[in-house]
């Protein structure tokens, strides 16, 4: 062992000695899932989410910060799962949970399905600017129907965050993401394509 690091291993045994700092601590956080709505009595179909994919920039498992194009993350706030998990699993819950359809699957689960959710997460944190700090979620969607492209289009929500932080920004990121659900949910209706799943009526 060194010179330099036999000090700097005994400077931290030191401090801990002396219990007079304290130790940073990494903090874990979860997306804020949506609520059960009503639902729907006339509700048909089966909707898969396949798992979205990850940019490059978001690749890892920090919160971060971006401020233009610089990103900053937070080495001490992380995602209590890989961020492309997390945010498949809250839009497969989400969707379920509008009970606009029968029922809503993942990637993996068996049996056939009537659409097909595919998608990438574009942005997914706290930005700041100008005018403050704010969550951005921005997710790339395309949904099929038996192989058919029904629609390809960016959902972007924006919430102006109160104060700058990592609890501000996960509670900002929940809500928007609940909205892009919403978003996808009057999409498919305008369509009329829950109510072309149901099954003919009997004469």
């Known amino acids: 062992m060194t010179h330099a690091r036999c000090t700097a291993v005994w400077s931290v045994l030191a401090l801990a000695a002396c219990g007079s700092v304290e130790v940073p601590r990494e903090r874990y956080f979860r997306l ?20 979205l994919q ?5 690749d890892g498992d ?26 498949t699993d809250a839009l497969v819950l989400g969707l379920s949970r509008a009970r606009v359809c ?40 395309w949904l099929e129907e038996r192989g058919e492209l029904v629609f ?26 609940r909205r892009v659900v919403d978003e996808v949910v009057e999409r498919m209706q305008g369509r009329g394509l829950f109510a072309a799943a149901r099954p003919a009526a009997r004469p």
């Open 32 to 51: 804020d899932l949506p609520a059960a709505r009503s639902p729907d009595p006339g509700r048909a179909g089966v909707l898969r989410v396949q798992d």
């Open 54 to 58: 990850l940019g490059t920039a978001l």
């Open 62 to 87: 920090c919160l971060a910060v971006r401020r233009g194009v610089q990103l900053e993350p937070r080495p001490l706030d992380r995602w209590i799962a890989p961020l492309d998990r997390l945010v």
């Open 102 to 141: 029968d029922l809503v699957k993942g990637a993996a689960d068996a049996g056939g399905e009537h659409w097909s959710l595919h998608g990438r997460i574009v942005e997914f944190g706290e930005a700041r600017g100008d005018h403050g700090a704010e969550a951005r979620v921005t997710l790339e969607l």
């Open 152 to 177: 390809h289009d960016e959902f972007t929500a924006v919430e102006a965050l109160a104060r700058p932080g990592p609890e501000a920004a996960v509670v900002g990121l929940s809500t928007g993401l």
